[in-house]
């Protein structure tokens, strides 16, 4: 077969792809009401919302990364210490080691998905040759990136190109296309280890701990990638002390690391390899083989891709082995607990979902990190602690109604038990709540080892925790509301990235207003503060309670 049949397969099976990451079907769950032709317009319509979102991210900081690029050379006074091309290849740095990211991430999501919904076995049987299976195998894989990679790939030359010139443009182009094969790889390289160490792993509190413990030594690499834009100013003095020192071994180690060799590129395009002080023609040397060497493994990991695309699904899952327990005990709790410890349990085996419960409380750790480095005389690192509690309330907020996607998974197991929606809504408040207080406890705790001010903190804390909840409440009730008026079962709550962004917007101004209204009042003293913010934040609660539990919600 050519590879117009490989297409035309490769369609029919992204259209199924499409119906199970939205409605998982397979999996017992219940279609909603409708045409099937418009179930099928309505998936490929929400996956392709959620890639463009992804693309969003990405085209911002592409624009954001050409706009410095572009302020540096128009203003060379600006880290004037840091020569230009210097410090045009550590931005272009940042913006790779970020693209890697995102896509990776994008990549930890989707391939579960990808194997859940059992496409490529569908085709099995069919008398299609192995050749040209791996075809219809690897676009089906490549489609799940399209956009985001057809992003990074196309404007990042075009922002280059506009902000350092055409030459500096197709320079970037080499950097960009590694890049994006670098993340698939990585994608489909841990998605293969999570599927065979954590996914499959049994039950159990021990297991569990290790299941969470593997997700956290996973996502903290792609998490210190974020790191770089709160040490950006660290960075670019060790650049400024590499560019006074001249060609060294550490000017050799930093040429010779992806990404820098070819984020190099463009700056030495456009203002030749002096604009690059670190570099001399020893290390120009360096320079041509690290990245001869990138692109080599790159070409290698193309070949590796299209291989193990194909046998994805038929990986053998490595299991503990255990005799069988003797006897069983049940142990009943309530609805909400059953609907949280439900949540972290399938968490614990989706890194998508892990991600999300993670991420803040990550962000807490490095945040209280900061905090605790700041010299206690520093006036900035008491409102830097109340800060990184409050990104710590905005981020729960934030991530709170993608948990309505876990429902997708739950209901093919839960739909015969009398769950109330009340129950359900409750369930992933308490998730959204402990979320929240973990990544403070952790702020906290960092913050009175250099601030010795309980009273102030824990108060913080304890008084934003119903604005948060709030938040938390009004946003669950706002989706299930537009699940009543369009006939949808619980299941079918997951309606795309547009509504769980639209549905965050309310909850984050709920929970970013009592802090901002604590900084503008704690000037009359800090315990006025405290109860302004109590005051609000409470109100905020009260309000959000007919809005999830009323009648449109229930």
Do not use: C
């Not at 938040?471 to 669950?476: H, I, K, P, R």
């Amino acid at each position: 077969m050519s590879w117009r049949e490989a297409l035309r397969l490769s369609n029919v099976a992204f259209t199924e792809l499409s119906l199970q990451a939205v409605y998982a079907f397979r999996q017992g769950n219940v279609l909603p009401p409708g045409r099937s032709k418009n179930l099928v317009a309505r998936s490929r319509r929400l996956v392709v919302q959620s890639k463009v979102v992804i693309s969003a991210v990405l085209a911002l900081l592409t624009l954001g990364a050409a706009a410095i690029l572009h302020l540096k050379a128009q203003s060379p006074q600006i880290f004037s210490s840091i020569p230009a091309g210097l410090f045009q290849s550590a931005i272009l740095t940042g913006l790779l080691s970020l693209d890697i990211a995102l896509l990776w991430w994008t990549g930890v999501q989707v391939i579960p998905t990808l194997i859940s919904s059992g496409v490529l076995p569908v085709l099995e049987p069919l008398p299609i040759d192995p050749r040209t299976f791996r075809r219809v195998a690897g676009i089906l894989y490549l489609r799940l990136f399209d956009f985001p990679a057809l992003t990074i790939i196309i404007l990042t030359p075009i922002a280059v190109g506009i902000a350092l010139g055409p030459l500096a443009g197709l320079a970037a182009l080499p950097g960009a296309v590694v890049a994006v094969i670098y993340a698939l790889a990585l994608s489909l390289l841990t998605g293969r280890f999570f599927l065979r160490r954590v996914q499959g792993s049994r039950g159990g509190g021990g297991r569990t701990v290790v299941r969470w413990a593997y997700l956290v030594l996973w996502l903290v690499p792609a998490f210190a990638m974020f790191g770089f834009i709160t040490a950006a100013p660290a960075f670019f003095r060790a650049l400024g002390g590499l560019a006074v020192q001249g060609p060294s071994v550490g000017s050799g180690l930093l040429v010779a690391a992806f990404p820098f060799s070819f984020a190099a590129l463009p700056a030495i395009v456009a203002g030749g390899p002096s604009s690059v002080a670190i570099l001399s023609p020893t290390l120009d040397l360096v320079l041509g083989v690290a990245a001869a060497a990138y692109l080599a493994l790159a070409a290698w990991s193309v070949v590796w891709l299209s291989r193990s695309v194909r046998t994805l699904l038929f990986l053998p899952v490595l299991t503990s082995v255990s005799p069988p327990a003797a006897t069983f005990s049940l142990r009943p709790m309530s609805r909400a607990r059953a609907v949280l410890v439900k949540d972290l349990r399938i968490a614990s085996r989706t890194p998508g979902y892990a991600f999300l419960i993670l991420l803040p409380i990550l962000d807490a750790g490095a945040l209280g990190l900061l905090t605790y480095a700041t010299p206690a005389q520093n006036p900035v690192a008491a409102s830097l602690a109340l800060g990184a509690v409050t990104t710590a309330a905005l981020l729960a907020t934030f991530f709170g109604p993608a948990f309505f996607a876990i429902e997708v998974i739950a209901y093919s197991y839960g739909r015969s038990l009398p769950l109330s929606n009340r129950s359900v809504i409750l369930g992933k408040v308490a998730l959204i709540g402990s979320m929240y207080l973990i990544a403070a406890a952790l702020i906290v705790g960092l913050t009175l080892l250099r601030f010795f001010e309980p009273f102030t903190f824990v108060a913080f804390v304890l008084v934003e925790l119903p604005a948060v909840l709030g938040a938390a409440l009004f946003e669950l009730g706002l989706l299930f509301r537009w699940a009543r008026r369009r006939g949808l079962a619980i299941t079918n709550l997951y309606a795309g990235a547009w509504v769980a962004v639209l549905v965050s917007v309310p909850g984050l101004i709920m929970a970013g207003l009592p802090p901002l209204l604590f900084d503008l009042a704690r000037s009359s003293g800090v315990g006025f503060g405290l109860e302004v913010m109590t005051l609000v934040a409470v109100v905020e609660l009260a309000i959000s309670m007919p809005v999830a539990f009323g009648r449109g919600a229930s």
